[in-house]
């Protein structure tokens, strides 16, 4: 039988949580872009020790899917950023161009996510909410 073992909590006489939270949420990002603009954001990420990681050291990836059917979602393009030369330790930029802009509609997905050979990692997951393009309108 699986036993709950918490020094700050065994030594007092209470009753252990019958529910334990384990893990963590990705943090949830509205990214709203306007359809035929360049756009990006910046992500910080350290370790258990609160210190900034080496950024080159993981594969880096964001996927954009749409849902649009009942069976699944499906893949609209894949962006693989990397640490810029602005970005600090522990950062690194997620950039869309104007042409993959145009490509999204409201209500994609996406998620980044590090990676190394033992390891994934999801830093963030969010939805795009993508504003009409007015100026270079085709009529």
Known sequence: MAKYRNPDES???ITPPSTYNIGNKPPLVNWTAMAG???AFRI?????????????????????????????DDLVFIVYPVASLND????FTVSLTANQTRLLETGD????????????WTVCQGEMIIIGDITDQNS
């Open 109 to 120: 997905v996406f998620d980044v996510q590090l990676s190394d050979a033992t390891r994934v």
């Open 44 to 72: 910080y990420v350290e370790d258990d020790e609160e210190e900034a990681i080496n950024v080159s050291d993981w594969t880096i990836r964001t996927q954009f899917r749409r849902y649009s059917d009942n069976v699944g």
């Open 37 to 39: 603009d360049s756009c």
């Open 88 to 91: 600090g330790a522990g950062e």
């Open 11 to 13: 030594t007092l006489s």
